[in-house]
């Protein structure tokens, strides 16, 4: 059976990554490899990079990450953060990223999910959407959640399906760094309306939070900060889900004699 | 120690330089020395062991390797007792033919035909675990492997090596028969346990050689 997936965010910012700094014991670099390497001993599942540099180098530095990613990982990985272009996507998965995530930006640009996954398959592609709750029920806001764009969350699900998205990553505004749960309410009505992945994302803090969420149809949980600064163990997670009847990839000591 | 000669088939798009760091990094966990070349078109040195990689349309990649007469070559060099590995879509492609591409004849080296998986959801994508009925690749029962695909292959029992299942369809994911070997899944994408599977195949090769 097809194993739910645990997957690690990591932010980078002009080649380092932002969180996660703070291991003890361990001299730490802040190089996304680095850290992409142990989370993929410690048995996670997929790593998502999202690129967060500003400058006019920002396209470089992606491509120098991915490119640095895939030499040295060998799991299936994502990469994100201002995405507009379909060459840049393109580029980006030539150089060995096996799937790209297109930012809440992409409102903007829908066609560029179809260019991509028609060149690709639609596994390429993973949808990003920032949603919370307004007026309107659930809004979708683009910038990091500054901007809100007037659409309802329901109607842009669909339509990105349909579009070709081969994953959808659901983010909630109202549950993002707040560490008490991810928003289960939201992602039902997500999940009631696609046949495509969820990936649900923001608002873990415990092992119960992974566990609610795929009691309620997430295929994927996503989470940074609770892994970043240990405080949650993957192997611990895994294990604890497997105990409740959710089917996860267990590795332990897999490997170690090649270590 | 033998060197093994190892080709990896570029002509059709594929995850080719994932697979060629994954051989390298598998030879050298297996201490099987290995030397590894990217092949675009028909070759004229002799390898051990040849790679299929492949992604992407049946009768896309099947129309490639046409073009650059890979599959007159592949028909040779296995008729010759050269070993070939099909990787996701190169493993499809070893088959007679794809209800993915109804009119394209495949490389037909194996008996068989791939249809589409029945499940409501696809591509089928992520970990999942093998069931091994080979005593080669059998101590990697149960263990977890990386999946994309939206195909799979209906052969004879007799070549099936793995079973998976997916939404309660149970599907070859591992073929060998005689000197030909394919992964439904994608070993270089499979962290260390896909290297481990390499470096199997890797001695399995030394053997047959």
Known sequence: MLAKRIIACLDVKDGKVVKGTKFENLKYSGDPVELGIRYSDEGIDELVFLDITASIEKRKTMIKTVEKVAENITIPFAIGGGIWQSDLAFELIYRGADKVSLNSGVVDNPKLITEIAKKFGSQAVIVAIDAKRTALGFEVFTHSGKKATGMKLEDWVMKVEKLGAGEIMLTSIDKDGTRDGYDIEMLKAVRKLVNIPIIISGGAGKKKHFLEAFNNGADATLAASVFHYRKIEILELKRYLHKNGVFVRIVENEGDDLL | MKLLNIGIISAIPGNIMNLRRGIEKASEFSNISASVELIDRVPKKSFDLIFLPGVGHFGEGMARLRKSNFDEFLRHYVENGGLLIGVCLGMQLLF??????????????????????????????????????DKVFGEFSGKYFYFVHSYRVKCGDGMISGFTEYSGEKFPSVVREGNIVGFQFHPEKSHLIGLKLLGRLFEWSLYQL
Request: net charge neutral; with cysteine.
């Open chain 2, 96 to 133: 007679e033919g794809s209800e993915e591409a109804p009119r394209v004849l495949g490389l037909s080296l194996l008996h068989g035909e791939v249809c589409k998986l029945k499940a409501k959801r696809l591509p089928h994508m992520g970990w999942n675990t093998v069931d091994f009925y």
